[in-house]
């Protein structure tokens, strides 16, 4: 073979090489996006298997999971004042029971009037109602 005849069959590989980079790659974008639809379609029928039925579908042996994600950019509602004064309230409690149970009178009396500032009732905590009246805690 001549020099020339190995530069052509060269070029002619490197060619084809290329042509076939970008079959595979248009190949790939393809599969990717018909196995996105497919998983979309999937994910809007288990959801409505679920609302319908109240139950997910039972997946196939080839699949041995499927759950649904939330949404990038769809965030859960804030949470009312109320909800949140609520959980504030109970993390108080239980923080004043842990207390109560290891006789730390000084956290007791802290939490007794962050519950009352937050108005709460506390009934279910008579003997720590009025923690200023000097009332043994």
């Known amino acids: 073979m001549t020099e020339q005849t190995n530069i052509e069959t060269l070029q002619a590989y490197r060619e084809q090489k290329h042509k076939t980079e970008q079959l595979a790659e248009a190949a790939r974008a393809g ?12 994910a809007e029928i288990q959801k409505e298997f679920k609302a319908d039925f109240g139950e997910t579908p039972v997946l196939p042996p080839c699949v041995k999971t499927f759950t649904l994600v939330p949404v ?10 109320a909800a949140a004064k609520g959980k504030k309230i109970g993390g108080l409690r239980r923080s004043l029971t842990a ?3 290891k ?9 007794v009037r962050q519950l009352a500032g937050l108005g709460a ?11 200023l009246a000097g009332t043994t805690l």
């Open 121 to 131: 009732d506390m009934s279910m905590h008579a003997d720590l109602s009025d923690p």
């Open 103 to 111: 006789g730390d009178k000084a956290k007791q009396e802290e939490l």
């Open 99 to 101: 207390a109560m149970k």
């Open 31 to 42: 599969l990717q996006s018909q196995y996105t639809g497919l998983l979309s379609t999937a």
């Open 72 to 81: 990038e950019g769809k965030t859960k509602p804030p949470q009312s004042e």
